[in-house]
């Protein structure tokens, strides 16, 4: 094993120990290094980093960026070991995408979406994937969030779910409305009533199988384009279902009155947000929400 292998090791077991997953950067830099030695390089450079990052030219220029993003941390650590290492540079390509154009769900578009879910076979993938679809509709929770629950984690009884791992690593309670108490309730009843389940996770596509991502995303996709929603200039995402939830909060509030800016911090903690900034981007939002904003600020002038 070179140097810089035993260097990376180490980087890696200490960024861990910290709490840091890096799932990515540990795959990247192991690639990275790999580079370097069949350069015959012995340390971090420059020209080496940028050289490498943009190997991916196929990909998305963030992409790159994360590459080099990834090098930048190691080199910082190595540095501190050889100061002839070189750490590379910011801004060589843009680091953020810009965001697409949300689908903008009707609540028309979104029973139709359950009773298509709900039609597709066999019965308990039906079942499954209305469930699933309803619970992000009437809570916003991100798809691997709700793919990952556990029968533990979904307490009926006092209507409350408890995600144990978050993004971010950061466990949370979403409190349950009655409504979706109910409908979870029935498919629990239906999921088990067949053949005793032999799978500890809360979502089924059969007695021993649990929901897989892949699985959802081809039936909403499937669901979608039989509704004739991906026909338009904006094609639905399933990550839109929680768009849709953020934008009904806020329509909400307004027009009962409420100021959403002082229940921002309580809707960004529900959707599971490190910092209220990442909620504000649903504020790009919908024609109805501005016309009720520019309609409190007429309203507020006149008075």
Sequence with gaps: MSE??????????????????LEYPGQALTQFVAYLEAKGATRITTEHAIEWAGLAVDALPVHRAHRLGAVRGFARYLAAIDPETEVPPTGVWP????????????????????AGARALLPALRGATLEALFGLLVSTGMRVGEAIGLERGDVDLTEGIITIREAKFDRARIVPLHGTTVQAL?????????????????????????????????????????????RDGPVLPRIHDLRHHFAISSLLEWHRAGLLPANRLAVLSTYLGHVHPSGTYWYLTSTPELMELVAARVVDGGAR
């Excluded at 810089?4 to 997953?21: D, P």
């Excluded at 680091?95 to 029973?111: C, M």
């Design 4 to 21: 810089l292998s035993e260097n990376l090791e180490e980087y890696l077991r200490l960024r861990r120990a910290l709490g840091f997953k």
């Design 95 to 114: 680091a953020r995408t810009k965001r697409r154009t949300p689908f903008a769900f009707s609540e028309g578009d979104l029973t139709n979406l359950l």
């Design 185 to 229: 309730a029935v498919y629990a009843r239906l999921r088990d009533g067949a053949r005793t389940p032999r799978s500890r996770q809360f979502f089924l596509v059969d007695p021993s199988r649990p929901l897989r991502y892949r699985q959802v995303l081809d039936a909403f996709v499937e669901v979608t384009a039989a509704l004739g929603l």
